[in-house]
């Protein structure tokens, strides 16, 4: 027999979030547990430092940044050097960090097409995106050669100098492309980097039409990066990856010869996560 429901509908919540949940103000917020976070990137971007630096650089009392930093230490997330008097980022760090790698099979089907790029160019491989305006370098195989680019994961770059991020940049519609540009001062790096806004966005189309970006020592002088998007199944550029090397190396005479297997590259990895390329925009 069909039973017959009684008393007003209820609307099932997804497990794990709360009623408020998209609420983030500051009575959803533990102001404790903010601070000590900021202490720890600002540490994780400022390694090896004393305890009365980070409490003035951070304008706060070096006695409630003691007590974050002994507390994130008992986590691992932090170490001390007792003979330096130095802290760092702990080991435990770099195991969260890599939890979230694996949450993705981005990085792990990007690593046998990254170590294959790497022996057919004899460069050093990378795979990055875009995070926050920046990019976030996730994977890299290097090279045997003695002089090398080292993007370690973790690394942030700004979008602007870097082959990968303006191979993103230039995939990007554009009212987010403006409204990137718009929050952002293109930093100078060295001669070569592009530092007005309209510079920027004709180099982009370029990069759109040919379907890879240079970064032509813009971040850092006498290196050169060949970068191309990896696009996932709506279409949309999600990463990207570039080989790097030493202008001694690769010249400009190179740029042709490694383009096709960074392009190349960047198609077996768009395919191996189920995407699709871009249609090319005039």
């Known amino acids: 027999m069909d039973s017959q429901e009684t008393g007003p509908k209820t609307t099932r919540r997804a497990r794990g979030r709360p009623r408020d949940w998209h609420d983030k103000t500051a009575q959803n917020t533990i102001k404790s547990l903010d601070r000590a976070m900021e202490v720890f990137e600002f540490l994780s971007e400022a390694q090896g430092k004393p305890l009365t630096s980070i409490a003035e650089d ?10 974050i930093l002994v507390t994130l ?13 130095l802290w760092h980022i ?5 195991v969260i960090g890599a939890r979230f790698l694996r949450r993705t ?11 294959k790029l790497m022996e057919e160019t004899g460069e050093t491989a990378n795979l990055g995106i875009e995070k926050e ?3 976030l370098f996730l994977s890299q195989v290097e090279t045997h050669a003695s002089i090398r680019a080292f993007f370690p994961p973790g690394t942030l770059s700004q979008m602007h100098a870097s082959g990968i991020g303006k191979a993103l940049l230039a995939q990007m519609d554009v009212g987010r492309l403006d409204r990137l540009l718009a929050a952002t001062r293109l930093e100078v790096f060295t001669d070569h980097t592009i530092t007005d806004h309209e510079a920027l966005k004709q180099d ?5 039409a040919q379907g890879f970006a240079v970064d032509n020592e813009e971040k850092n002088a006498g ?3 060949i970068a191309a998007p990896v696009f996932d199944m709506n279409r949309e550029a999600i990463a990207g990856i570039s080989v790097s090397g030493p202008t001694s190396r690769i010249g400009a005479d190179d740029i042709d010869r490694l383009r096709r297997p960074v392009i190349e590259a960047a198609r ?8 699709t390329e871009a249609a090319p925009r005039g």
């Not at 099979?105 to 170590?115: E, G, K, M, Q, T």
């Not at 982009?204 to 759109?208: E, F, G, Q, V």
């Open 133 to 135: 305006g920046h990019v």
């Open 223 to 225: 290196m050169r990066c």
């Open 73 to 85: 230490e008992g986590r691992g997330l932090v170490e001390f050097d007792t003979e330096e008097q």
């Open 204 to 208: 982009l189309a370029a990069i759109r």
């Open 90 to 94: 702990g080991a435990q760090a770099f």
């Open 268 to 275: 077996f990895l768009t395919q191996a996560i189920g995407g």
């Open 58 to 67: 951070m304008g706060q009392s070096p006695a409630t940044v003691y007590r």
């Open 105 to 115: 099979s981005l990085v792990d089907r990007a690593r046998p097409i990254l170590r």
